[in-house]
């Protein structure tokens, strides 16, 4: 085996050469490297021993053992396995092993070539991670679409049925043909603006308008609305009599706190207090919204403020009010967050810096 020495040597892939009881008889340059031993160290001594860590063969821990399987069959096998290297690391690698037989043509052990493909095991793990990641976001997607087209039809319906009755001339009811034409068309405009702001962010295009803003102020504006609107909650603002003043975009954020305390209603038992909590400090205003709805499963906390989720798929909407509430606080270096406990509700806080970034 010696004068074979030089030839496996200038192999690229690894090379042992076993006998029929495991012993490794030879091993290459490339193997040497990969275990960090000398051949002193590696010759003589059992093949899983070396390069599983392991005290008995592989076949016993139920791996493929490419060994016994060229003593049964006689011929050349192929097997995955993984292997330890110099530092301890697990690498994925694939085996051949072909026979090795004496001159008499009895077959006393194997030759063993072995290709590291830890780094194509990688690329294929994350490419299958990426469809995965795909096939999530199509699906998103054609929910959100799906929501999308539904919400446009129920408004072109509303627009169609209240068109044809102003142009037959009975309009006479309470609240006219022509005002709820005009609902739906603020609900089409809506519809539109948080697709094109949910486009903005997503694309890193999205700013806010600074000007002196009172946010105690918006937060009690957006209270007061809400509770004309829904009626059968209570809805508390518990906010400072002073005012709150910094430099926001208020319209953005009664956006915000419009969408967190709608939420909050719709996820809340007829009855049940809403409250809207605002406190300043010396470098930073908090606001947060909180229900006694169901809740929020741990697990789907994380997604909540991506395009399109949707934890509760029985409730009407399309997923985009967290996401752009996200989008929206973060324009202004803040930072918004939920905690929830199932069963006992949600709490939805923001952060907001009291100066301009900047300055």
Known sequence: MAACRP????????????????????VNAAFLASTGLTEA????????????????????????????????SGSAVSVAHVHFDASGNKRHVD???????????RLVGMIES????????????ALRQRNVDLEVARGKR???????????????????????????????????PAERIVDGVKRFTRLVEDMQDAAAIESQRFSVRRAPCDLAAVARQSAE?????????????????DTIDGEWDAGRLRQVLDNLVSNAIKF?????????????????????????????????????????????????????????????IEAHGGEIRVDSI?????????WLPVGQPGR
Not at 114 to 125: A, C, H, S
Not at 228 to 235: G, N, T, V, Y
Not at 274 to 289: E, L, T, Y
Not at 342 to 350: I, N
Request: proline residues 6%; charged residues 25%; hydrophobic residues 35%.
């Open 142 to 176: 054609d929910q959100f679409t799906s929501a999308v087209c539904h919400e446009l039809r129920n408004i072109l319906n509303v627009l169609s049925l209240h068109a044809h009755l102003l142009q037959s001339g009975q309009g006479g009811q309470e609240r006219g």
């Open 114 to 125: 072995i290709r590291d493909v830890t780094q194509k095991r990688q690329l294929e793990d």
């Open 225 to 241: 609305e809400r509770r004309l609107e829904f009626r059968e909650h209570c809805i508390t603002v518990d906010a400072p009599e």
């Open 342 to 350: 199932e069963g006992r509700g949600s709490t939805f806080s923001f």
């Open 95 to 105: 085996i051949v092993g072909s026979p090795l037989r004496s001159a008499r043509g």
């Open 7 to 26: 030839f496996v040597d200038a192999v690229g892939d690894q090379m042992v050469v076993i006998g029929r009881d495991y012993e490794i008889l030879m």
């Open 41 to 72: 160290e590696i010759v003589g001594r059992h093949c899983h021993e070396v390069t599983h860590h392991a005290s008995r063969p592989c076949w016993a821990a139920g791996d493929a053992c490419p060994l016994t399987a060229v003593l049964d």
């Open 268 to 328: 809340s038992p007829p009855g049940s207090e809403v409250r809207i909590v605002v406190r300043r400090d010396a470098q930073r205003v908090s606001v947060s919204v909180s229900d006694s709805g169901p809740g929020i499963p741990p697990e789907r906390l994380r997604e909540l403020f991506q395009p399109y989720a949707r934890v509760h798929t029985h409730v009407p909407g399309l997923g985009l009010g967290l996401f752009l509430s996200r989008g929206i």
